[in-house]
């Protein structure tokens, strides 16, 4: 195994998630459920050991587990979602990371911090300014990672910074819209967004075909998910799971 991915399975709410930046679509919560097995899958073929949170029936959006934490090594930071209707989503998030032995520490008021807006490239961890992650909230980031170079990264237009860009496995940023350096364009707009699952293996989104047809040709392989329900409500790749060392 190389690891563990924490998920949470979708609830029959999840056409409720909040939407920002795009118009609202249904979804359709059995498919998406469906959809979540397939991902699920992936990750497990691809040797991560799938850890299920609780079930947050109530809580729409606690499908996007990555939102509620951030984990280097074995500490594990969790955080106070910029959205107040989405911070009851953390305590079970807490829960299962105390069950595998991680230390936590948290974000505290009055610093609002999603997942979704830290992006870990070696040691160096890109923290989006959004509507969810404030200046206070990324300020306690770097105190609580002193063996980490936090850096804050401004980007435009979409939710988090990692709706915007993301990172292949040697380093080099995949996306648009944000103030980082030497960044490749998708040739789909969900092909900003890449998982690493360690090697040259990726997980991709298949609304991005052209796009894995360009990483493909970059030497990497290209493992992709039907995630058509999750992207209505600006889900992707990365933020269904977290993956854990």
């Known amino acids: 195994m190389t690891g563990i991915a924490l998920v949470r399975k979708p609830g029959p709410r999840v ?16 498919l998406a459920a ?12 691809a040797g991560w050991e799938p850890v299920y949170v609780e079930r947050a029936d109530d809580l729409p959006d606690g499908i996007f587990v990555e939102d509620a934490l951030v984990v280097c090594g074995r500490r594990a930071v969790l955080t106070r979602p910029g959205a107040p209707e ?14 595998l032995g991680l230390e ?8 609002t911090l999603d997942g979704g807006d830290v992006l870990q490239v070696g040691t ?21 990672l002193p063996d980490r170079t ?10 988090h910074l990692k709706s915007a860009v993301t990172a292949l496995p040697d380093g080099t940023f ?18 900003a967004h890449v998982l690493p699952l360690g090697g040259n293996r990726v997980l991709m989104a298949a ?17 992709k998910v039907d995630i058509s329900e999750f992207e209505k409500i600006e889900g992707c790749v990365t933020c269904l799971s977290v993956l854990i060392m």
């Open 15 to 30: 056409a409720e998630g909040i939407v920002t930046h795009i118009d609202r679509q249904p979804v359709d919560a059995e």
């Open 34 to 45: 469906v959809q979540h097995e397939g991902y699920v899958a992936a990750l497990r073929a």
């Open 86 to 99: 989405r911070r009851p989503e953390v305590d079970s998030v807490e829960r299962a990371v105390k069950e």
């Open 104 to 111: 936590t520490v948290r974000i505290e008021p009055p610093g």
């Open 124 to 144: 160096t961890v890109y923290v989006g300014r959004s509507g969810r992650t404030n200046d206070e909230g990324i300020a306690q980031l770097a105190a609580l």
């Open 150 to 159: 936090v850096v804050p990264v401004d980007f435009r237009d979409v939710l």
């Open 174 to 191: 995949i996306g648009s819209n944000a103030d980082l350096p030497g960044v490749i364009a998708p040739r789909e707009e969900s092909g």
């Open 207 to 223: 609304s991005a075909p052209l796009t894995a047809l360009e990483l493909e040709r970059r030497g990497l392989e290209t493992i």
